[in-house]
């Protein structure tokens, strides 16, 4: 193969002298500049031959190419065909099975015993002896006694006086139900006193341990408008210790003390919730006497 050389070819560089021409004289000091002499003129020298351009030495041999992949392997071939099997063996012969031998004679049997006599079952029963007399079945009834007398019957008493009448005790039962909820404060109801008499006694029931107070407020019929004027907080009969349950279930007031416990028909009662907890449904019973 012809060796190509692609390097470009060599330039020939002329050089340039420059001539100057000589420097004038020096002035005087203080004295004017002297001229500048004139520039020479460049010359420039003739160009050198060309060079001869010269070929370069082989290069060296490259390094070995990559080897290629492996080819695929190439499909199995089919089985070779079963051999042919052998002959068989020769089967050993068994003998043949020799005659049963007869049976023995049978051997001759035993004669029985004969069975003894039975024994007798029991002597003879004796005769019964004679049945004795019966014996009497009461003895003879005694005489009939006499009966003792009776006194005469005493005279009637005196009654005495009849003691004085009690009380007529009479009762008003109101229920303030919070429907499934703890009951909440405030004005919850009314009662209409139904008969005279004076409060004796104040019991409240809850349905769950908790704490109540209860505050009675009473006007009469004609005052009655359901709370809008009458009763009001200024109609209160309960003073400073109104019916209350302290975390517990039941609470009981016979004493009232400070209370207004005059009662005529037709008064009205009301019941003020002043505070609660817990307790969802509680049954308060006003006990009083009718003259």
């Known amino acids: ?164 009448t009690g009380p007529n005790s009479s009762a008003m039962i109101a229920v303030i139900d919070g429907s499934g909820s703890v009951i909440v404060t405030g004005l919850k109801g009314f009662v209409e006193v139904p008969f005279n008499g004076t409060l004796s006694q104040i019991d409240m029931v809850a349905d769950r341990s908790g704490s109540i107070v209860v505050d009675l407020w009473k006007c009469t019929y004609s005052q009655f408008d359901a709370g809008s004027t009458h009763p009001v907080l200024a109609d209160k009969i309960t003073a400073s210790t109104p019916p209350t349950i302290s975390s517990g279930t039941k609470s009981t007031d016979s004493t009232l003390a400070g209370w207004t416990t005059a009662l005529a028909a037709g008064d009205v009662i009301g019941f003020f919730v002043n505070s609660v907890s817990f307790i969802q449904r509680v049954t308060i019973t006003l006990k009083y006497n009718r003259p």
């Open 1 to 164: 193969m012809p060796i190509i050389d692609s390097d470009p070819a060599p330039v020939a560089v002329r050089p340039v002298v420059v001539v100057h021409g000589p420097t004038g004289s020096t002035g005087a000091p203080g004295g004017p500049t002297g001229s500048t002499g004139a520039t020479g003129a460049a010359v420039i020298g003739p160009t050198g031959p060309t060079g001869v351009r010269g070929i370069g030495p082989t290069g060296a041999v490259g390094a070995q190419g990559l080897t290629g992949p492996t080819g695929q392997i190439g499909q199995t071939g089919p089985p070779g065909s079963a051999g042919a099997t052998g002959p068989g063996g020769l089967a050993t012969n068994t003998g043949a099975t020799g005659p049963t031998g007869p049976l023995g004679p049978r051997g001759v049997d035993g004669v029985l015993g004969g069975t003894g006599p039975t024994g007798p079952l029991g002597g003879p029963t004796g005769a019964l002896g004679p049945t004795g007399p019966t014996g009497a079945v009461t003895g003879p009834t005694g005489p009939q006694g006499f009966a003792s007398n009776t006194g005469a019957t005493g005279s009637t008493g005196m009654t005495g006086a009849l003691g004085p």
